[in-house]
């Protein structure tokens, strides 16, 4: 069936080192989604990414979804300690009935002061 | 606010009961869905749902049951709890039309279930 892989699953940063978490589909995807899961939260909405080859910023984190539509990225530069937790990207999938998201397996990053 | 809620947020259970776990959103969403969460495994689809009256199995829909009377509730069902079953379950919720649950989903904030 349908996967999303990401890597790495974990890594480890000094505060103000950058950080890039990619993301994988066996399949095209329509679009994809980034969510942020801060340690013991839910995972809360970050970004949808509808377009081959798009580009968006929120601040300090830039979101790139590739020109096949199966691939994206996070990248977050100079890293802070709010930084912590785990990101998940999520594309669509067709399931038995309809579509739906799947998530990949996230990264989780912790970073050092 | 609208708000998406779970209860209870700890559940400690015996192997072979049933549990349900609640799941409410006022957001007023046609969408909702149940995922567990596993060390390892990232976010696991269980059921979802794309207004009343529907369910639909996700990728581990095993020995769990949905029912959905009205837009604002999706309560699971462990029919006979198992130790496998332990985890933390997140329900989610999005606008979207019938049958494409890509939207943004808002989470709630998880039930950590120990199952004996």
């Known amino acids: 069936g349908q996967q999303v892989m990401q890597i790495p699953q974990y890594q480890h940063v000094q505060e103000g080192e950058d950080f890039t978490t990619y993301c994988n589909s066996s399949t095209t995807l329509s679009n994809i989604q980034w969510y942020k899961q801060r340690p013991g939260g839910h995972p809360v909405f970050l970004i949808q990414l509808v377009k081959s080859g798009e580009v968006k910023k929120q601040k300090r984190l830039t979101f790139q979804f590739g020109e096949a539509k199966k691939n994206s990225s996070l990248h977050i530069t100079a890293t802070q300690t709010t930084d912590v937790g785990t990101y998940f990207c999520?594309?669509?999938?067709?399931?038995?009935?309809?579509?739906?998201?799947?998530f990949g397996k996230g990264t989780t990053l912790s970073v050092s002061s | 606010d609208a708000e998406i809620t779970q209860s209870p947020r700890h559940k400690i259970t015996e192997t072979g009961r049933q549990v349900t776990l609640a799941c409410h959103q006022t957001?007023?969403?046609?969408?909702m869905f149940w995922y567990r969460q596993d060390l390892g495994h990232g976010l696991r689809l269980i059921h979802y749902?794309?207004?009343?009256?529907?369910?639909n199995k996700g990728e581990v829909s095993d020995g769990y049951s949905v029912s959905r009377s009205n837009t604002e509730d999706l309560p699971l069902t462990l029919e006979s709890a198992a130790s496998s079953q332990t985890s933390v379950y997140f329900c989610?919720?999005?606008?979207?039309?019938?049958?494409?649950?890509?939207?943004?989903?808002?989470f709630g904030p998880g039930t950590r279930l120990t199952v004996l």
């Open positions: 999520a594309g669509d999938s067709l399931w038995q009935a309809g579509t739906a998201l799947i």
């Open positions: 957001w007023n969403h046609n969408n």
């Open positions: 989610a919720s999005s606008e979207s039309g019938t049958s494409d649950g890509t939207d943004t989903q808002y």
């Open positions: 749902s794309y207004g009343v009256q529907d369910t």
